[in-house]
């Protein structure tokens, strides 16, 4: 069992960096695969990042690539995304999960309860 608490989210304008912080309890977030969605109002879930258990492959959506970066320190537990050039349409509830390293939501059996990012032009 893996609980999630993502922190680090807020209003910025755009242009803006904000790093979200993702904080696992139990034993076992090491063997996690991690991963970043985010879900703007009307909008389906959609996959931002994901980082392997060792933190040495990720993946990213191809509109992201460039301006956010995850990262993990498993000796802290804790998974970031360090997101650069906030652009409104980037205002999200942003997830962070835990599961296998895909982009697909499924995958994922662990979930935050979400941090709001609004990104103001």
């Known amino acids: 069992q893996v609980q999630l608490a993502e922190t680090g989210g807020g209003l910025v304008q755009a242009g803006d960096s904000l790093r979200l912080s993702c904080a696992a309890s139990?034993?076992?977030?090491?063997?996690?695969?991690m991963g970043w969605f985010r879900q703007a109002p009307g909008k389906e879930r959609e996959f931002v990042a994901a980082?392997?258990?060792?933190?040495?492959?990720?993946i990213y959506a191809d509109s992201l690539k460039g301006r956010f970066t995850i990262s993990r320190d498993n000796a802290k537990n804790t998974v970031y995304l360090q997101m650069n050039s906030l652009k409104p349409e980037d205002t999200a509830v942003y997830y962070c999960?835990?599961?296998?390293?895909?982009?697909?939501?499924?995958?994922?059996?662990?979930w935050g309860p979400g941090t709001q990012v609004t990104v103001s032009s």
């Open positions: 980082i392997s258990w060792s933190g040495g492959d990720t």
């Open positions: 999960a835990a599961g296998s390293w895909t982009s697909t939501s499924s995958t994922y059996a662990y």
């Open positions: 139990g034993r076992t977030f090491s063997s996690y695969a």
